[in-house]
């Protein structure tokens, strides 16, 4: 999933390219969330730290009222995602030239004089985004399993869930879409590395993007290539919440 964050400083500008974003990700159904959108530069630069992003979309006024201003921090975020894309909205269009000065390599500069037109350019960005990312001209994130004195690099769409191993402490076996492999690791750091790994059970990590339907019933978790996890009671709720998000 390809995130995208949003730093802008005016509420109402704020509040309206939140609308414009999640408003055409929904119409387009691309695989892409609004993660964070904030007029504080440190509150996304402390997200990105705790919360490391590969490939995300930044869309950044200029003139932010903070220590920071948004090439300042287009030059601190190129730091923690070197081959994310930037695109800069504001009212300081002569400003442009300092996003080549700082090397900050913005896809897009918009102003915002025309807000007819932000809609959109602010869409194009996110078809330009996604098509590269499609094409492969973002590197797509890989969940890593050491086997042995191998690495493997697994497509997160292809992980299914993981579990404990029966037999053998502090090894889990992760299901793919067509096939198994096991690794030592825990369940908490699996839970952690991704938004869209959940713990359903003190055994089974899954991927929400993979679950195709939830037995309450039965208390079992249906995946898309039909192997089933275990949920415990009390994580059914949260489970469903974290599915429809």
Same mark, same amino acid.
């Given at each position: 999933?390809?995130?995208?964050? !949003?730093?802008?400083?005016?509420?109402?500008?704020?509040?309206?390219?939140?609308?414009?974003?999640?408003?055409?990700?929904?119409?387009?159904?691309?695989?892409?969330?609004?993660?964070?959108?904030?007029?504080?530069?440190?509150?996304?630069?402390?997200? !990105?730290?705790?919360?490391?992003?590969?490939?995300?979309?930044?869309?950044?006024?200029?003139?932010? +009222?903070? #220590? !920071?201003?948004?090439?300042?921090?287009?030059?601190?975020?190129?730091?923690?995602?070197?081959?994310? $894309?930037? &695109?800069?909205?504001?009212?300081?269009? #002569?400003?442009?030239?300092?996003?080549?000065?700082?090397?900050?390599?913005?896809?897009?500069?918009?102003?915002?004089? +025309?807000?007819?037109?932000?809609?959109?350019?602010? +869409?194009?960005?996110?078809?330009?985004?996604?098509?590269?990312? +499609?094409?492969?001209?973002?590197?797509?994130?890989?969940?890593?399993? $050491?086997?042995?004195?191998?690495?493997?690099?697994?497509?997160?769409? $292809?992980?299914?869930?993981?579990?404990?191993?029966?037999?053998?402490?502090?090894? !889990?076996?992760?299901?793919?879409?067509?096939? =198994?492999?096991?690794?030592?690791?825990?369940?908490?750091?699996?839970?952690?590395?991704?938004?869209?790994?959940? =713990?359903?059970?003190?055994?089974?990590?899954?991927?929400?993007?993979? &679950?195709?339907?939830?037995?309450?019933?039965?208390?079992?978790?249906?995946?898309?290539?039909?192997?089933?996890?275990?949920?415990?009671?009390?994580?059914?709720?949260t489970l469903l919440k974290a599915?429809?998000?």
């Amino acid at each position: 999933m390809l995130r995208v964050f !949003l730093c802008e400083d005016d509420p109402r500008w704020l509040k309206r390219l939140e609308a414009i974003v999640t408003d055409y990700i929904a119409f387009t159904d691309y695989d892409m969330k609004l993660e964070l959108a904030t007029h504080n530069p440190a509150k996304l630069l402390n997200h !990105l730290q705790q919360q490391p992003a590969v490939a995300g979309m930044y869309i950044l006024d200029v003139n932010l +009222q903070h #220590e !920071l201003n948004g090439i300042d921090l287009a030059a601190k975020l190129r730091q923690l995602d070197t081959i994310g $894309k930037i &695109v800069f909205v504001t009212t300081h269009g #002569e400003m442009a030239y300092l996003t080549f000065r700082h090397r900050v390599e913005a896809l897009d500069y918009i102003t915002k004089d +025309q807000p007819e037109k932000i809609i959109e350019k602010v +869409q194009s960005c996110i078809d330009i985004v996604w098509q590269r990312y +499609q094409d492969g001209f973002l590197e797509k994130p890989r969940f890593k399993v $050491k086997t042995g004195s191998e690495v493997q690099n697994i497509d997160y769409e $292809k992980i299914m869930f993981f579990v404990s191993h029966a037999s053998q402490p502090h090894k !889990l076996v992760l299901h793919t879409d067509n096939g =198994r492999l096991e690794f030592y690791g825990t369940l908490s750091e699996v839970a952690e590395s991704s938004p869209d790994f959940y =713990r359903c059970h003190q055994s089974y990590v899954v991927n929400i993007k993979n &679950v195709r339907r939830v037995d309450k019933a039965q208390r079992i978790v249906e995946m898309t290539n039909g192997e089933a996890a275990t949920v415990t009671p009390r994580k059914i709720k949260t489970l469903l919440k974290a599915i429809a998000e």
